[in-house]
């Protein structure tokens, strides 16, 4: 299943964007990772039932959350870094817990990634 992420772009620092991203249906856990330039990509954020789980790095600046009638997860990221600069990939899996959910090997689906620049 091939996942659509779009939103990304380039904000100066103390910005704000949306990324957002289609996902198949409501049966999937969908998570946000981002790979920065000579980096290895890195859990962001990810959607339980009972709210978002995010990584100490963004805590308190961005905001996963979803609206099931469009099949839509969002990624509120307030507060930008230059830091977070990277590409942003959105990520979907059926068999996804608690003690997996950072883990890129519990998401089978993977959308192609956006590009967020944070620089003035």
């Known amino acids: 299943v091939q996942l659509q992420a779009s939103g990304g772009g380039l904000v100066q620092p103390g910005g704000s964007l949306r990324l957002s991203c289609a996902v198949p249906?409501?049966?999937?856990?969908v998570a946000w990772f981002r790979q920065a330039p000579g980096m290895e990509r890195s859990f962001v954020a990810a959607?339980?039932?009972?709210?978002?789980t995010y990584a100490d790095s963004v805590k308190g600046r961005f905001t996963i959350s979803r609206d099931n009638p469009k099949n839509t997860v969002y990624l509120q990221m307030n507060s930008l870094r230059p830091e977070d600069t990277a590409v942003y990939y959105c990520?979907?899996?059926?068999?996804?817990?608690?003690?997996?959910?950072?883990?890129?090997?519990?998401?089978?689906?993977w959308g192609l990634g956006t590009l967020v620049t944070v620089s003035s």
């Open positions: 990520a979907a899996g059926t068999s996804v817990i608690s003690s997996n959910m950072a883990s890129q090997r519990a998401y089978a689906n």
């Open positions: 249906g409501r049966s999937y856990v």
């Open positions: 959607m339980k039932q009972s709210g978002g």
